[in-house]
Each structure stands twice: as C-alpha cells, then as structure tokens.
C-alpha cells in the first residue's frame, strides 16, 4: 500500500481516489471521518486505533492569494492586487481549520491524500487529551496555531525538506 502512495498517479490509487473526490467535493470542507484514507502513513505520524483519536479530513482551496484593491491613487505598478503567496503551507492551514473545528481536541499531524485542479485534501489526526494524558504534548493549547505540529516546524524552517 505505501509503494503505491509513493507514486499514486502511476498505480491502482488514481482510479480508486478519483470515484472518491466526485463524492468528496460534495462533502463539507471539514469532515470526521472513521478511519485514515491512507493507513500507512497515519501510522508512521502516530495514529492509533482506540478511542481518543479522531481523523478529519480537510479541504483547501488552491491557488494564490489577492489584496483588495486600493480605493486612493496609486499608479498600477504599486497597485499589489494579484500574485500574492501564503506565509503558511496549504497543510498547515488545514491543520489549522480542523483544529477550530474540533476545539476539545488537539493536532497530532498531518498528511496530504488528494489534490485536483481546485482542491487539495489532507487527513489531520487530532488526539483527545483528557482520553490519553500519557501523551504529554507539551504545555497548554493550540499546539498548530503556535507552529509545533510538523508542518509548522517546516514552515518556520526547523525541519529538512521531505
């Protein structure tokens, strides 16, 4: 299963995952679901399956950012309408987004499962803490919205690039 991950165009996943975004799109943005789209990696990230560890599968549109224009004078090169790029990885604001959704909860990580034309999806694993104390992920809240999940490590340059 994870060599077909590996390059998931080339092998029995494109088929399969394309059926499953037709539905996908008509889901909400952020969705629980049962069980990892991709088990293996979800694993490899520290997901377990009992009771206190939830997925949720997350939808991001892609694309670049655009600044609401100017209402004063400027001349058009000093305009800054279009073009502009996200401080943060499309990843990092998924995390973010289940996070908010689920606040009793807290990001364990994340992983990319599909992207077509307008979309990206990725699966957050978020841990309930009150249900698993022996995890100790540091002090207070809201470990995604302070960097410390792994695509915000990435962000703020503390890991390699994978």
Request: charge should be positive; glycine fraction near 8%.
């Amino acid at each position: 299963m994870a060599e077909a991950w590996k390059k998931p165009e080339s092998s029995y996943l494109k088929e399969l995952m394309q059926e499953r975004v037709m539905a996908w799109r008509r889901e909400p943005a952020i969705l629980r679901v049962d069980k990892p789209t991709r088990i293996d990696r979800a694993r490899r990230l520290g997901y377990k399956d009992k009771p206190g560890y939830v997925v949720v599968r997350v939808r991001v549109r892609r694309g670049g950012l655009r600044k609401q224009r100017p209402k004063m004078g400027r001349r058009p090169k000093r305009m800054g309408v279009a073009k502009y790029k996200p401080a943060k990885s499309m990843r990092l604001i998924a995390e973010e987004r289940a996070a908010k959704k689920f606040p009793n909860l807290e990001v364990l990580n994340s992983y990319w499962v599909w992207q077509d034309g307008r979309s990206k999806w990725y699966e957050a694993m978020l841990v309930d803490l009150t249900l698993l104390p022996e995890l100790s992920l540091g002090k207070g809240r809201g470990r995604v919205f302070r960097g410390l999940t792994s695509a915000g490590r990435k962000v703020r340059g503390l890991l390699a690039k994978d």
